[in-house]
């Protein structure tokens, strides 16, 4: 829980800790190195975080506040997150800084709208299929019923055995 809470956050500190108390665990299950490679996502989740919250902080800060160990990497770290696109911001290579670029309010613009339609459209589509398998096909019922002579001698074999039987019941007293 620590290991995952740390991650999410990017606080490489508490993914450190929790790294060192459960090595031996981790070692045991086989997941040292996958928990090893957790380490750069970490780091990603801290730049993200200290993007979003700054909009020009210096390399040296932000390695600061990312608690790297070497922070001389901290400019080829941000390159690379800029590059995979975990951020959206720009190096001063000269001032050492990172510049983030403003995120825009992105419903100020059309774009939640088109996709609200869409998925009402989607609801709306698989509420009509849903009706359509549901109903039954025309004249459907008709192949169950029989023809006009069939049921008419069925009903005069019927009025027959009700006579005959009426019949019996009469001789009977």
Request: some cysteine; hydrophobic content about 45%.
């Amino acid at each position: 829980l620590k290991l995952v809470q740390a991650v999410r956050l990017g606080d490489l500190a508490a993914f450190r800790f929790a790294m060192d108390a459960h090595a031996q665990t981790f070692a045991a299950d086989g997941n040292a190195t996958l928990v090893m490679r957790l380490r750069q996502n970490v780091i990603r989740a801290g730049l993200r975080n200290i993007s979003l919250a700054y909009s020009c902080v210096s390399l040296k800060d932000a390695a600061a506040k990312l608690n790297l160990d070497h922070p001389e990497d901290m400019e080829s770290i941000a390159a690379k997150a800029i590059r995979d696109g975990v951020i959206d911001a720009t190096i001063d290579h000269a001032a050492g800084v990172l510049i983030s670029k403003e995120s825009h309010d992105v419903y100020t613009t059309l774009e939640p709208q088109h996709a609200f339609h869409k998925r009402i459209l989607f609801c709306l589509d698989l509420h009509n299929d849903s009706v359509k398998a549901m109903s039954y096909p025309p004249d459907a019922h008709k192949a169950e019923l029989a023809d006009a002579d069939t049921i008419k001698e069925r009903q005069r074999e019927q009025q027959e055995l009700a006579q005959s039987l009426a019949e019996e019941e009469d001789a009977d007293f």
